[in-house]
Structure formats: C-alpha cells, structure tokens
C-alpha cells in the first residue's frame, strides 16, 4: 500500500516514514538531530560521501553525543556499488527492531536503498516497495543499473520501478 502521508515536518528535504522503524530524508540540521531521540532513532546512517554538497559539519559527533549510533556509508552518486547495498542491509540487520534514521544529501541515493531493503530483505510487492522512492524521484540510468545489479545480485530478475 502507498503511504499517501506528506512529507515529515523537519528541516531535512524530502522527509518520510518509510516503514515503522526506518526514516530516511536527504541531509539532517541540528535541530532535526536533537529530535531524534524523542522518536526513538537509535541509529543514523548516512549515505552521502564527506565531500557531497550538502553535509552538516559535525555531524557524526552531533549524532553520538545524544547516544544515538551513527554510521556512514559513502555512496558515490556516479558509482553505486552493489556491496554498498549489502553493507546497509547488515546494519539493518545489527540494529534489529531498533528505529533507524537514512539519509543523504537530498534522500535520492536513500530512498533508493530504501526501495530495494522493502523489496528483497522485507518481501514487498513493488508498488509498496517504490514508495517513497516514487514521490523523490525516478531513478536515473546509473541508479537503475545499480538497482539491476543489487536485485541480480540476490537473484531477482529486474524491474524498472514506475515513473512518479
């Protein structure tokens, strides 16, 4: 089912609850940090690589000094990789039933992360899985490759995700 909720009232673009448990957005303020503990967010895991252009400076230390985990994987907007995917659905997977935060810098490279965790770790059918990848964006000819190849990877055939 598509979860017609708008977008998350936060300073991050492109803010969603994708599932219970798992946010994702494109780049945190502080403000939108200090309210994660009210959420019950354990754990931050940010996509975007240190030199993106968005990047809130002190992040990581703004992240642990509320307690909260916080892990980054960079991901190249050109050159996604596979293995990247997996290292996300391991973190996934270490954090258990825990609230998790995902983002990047505009929640492209997330939500698409997102798309793929719904499709191939949680078992949904695709409409649900596009969601909210579909209302950020439809992803372009690198993305879609990176998709074939992480849906390939764990043996399922490709599917292009429908247009916004």
């Given at each position: 089912m598509n979860d017609p909720t708008p977008?998350?009232?936060?300073d991050a673009e492109n803010a969603y609850l994708a599932f219970?448990?798992?946010?994702?957005?494109g780049q945190l303020s502080?403000?939108?940090?200090?309210?994660l503990p009210a959420l019950g967010v354990s754990t931050v895991i940010?996509?975007?690589p240190p030199n993106a252009s968005k990047i809130l400076v002190g992040e990581a230390e703004q992240v642990t000094?509320?307690?909260?985990?916080?892990?980054?994987?960079?991901?190249s907007w050109d050159a996604p990789?596979?293995?990247?995917?997996?290292?996300?659905?391991?973190?996934?997977?270490?954090?258990?039933?825990?609230a998790v935060w995902l983002h990047c810098a505009r929640n492209m490279r997330a939500s698409a992360f997102v798309y793929l965790y719904r499709l191939l770790v949680r078992g949904e059918g695709e409409p649900q899985a596009a969601w909210p990848m579909s209302q950020v964006w439809t992803p372009n000819p690198a993305w879609q490759q990176w998709i074939t190849a992480v849906r390939?990877?764990?043996g399922v055939g490709a599917v292009r995700p429908g247009p916004r």
């Open positions: 977008p998350l009232a936060f219970e448990g798992l946010w994702c957005s502080a403000a939108d940090i200090a309210r940010n996509l975007a000094a509320l307690g909260l985990n916080y892990v980054q994987i960079p991901v990789s596979p293995h990247q995917f997996e290292l996300f659905a391991g973190v996934m997977a270490a954090v258990g039933h825990q390939s990877a764990r």
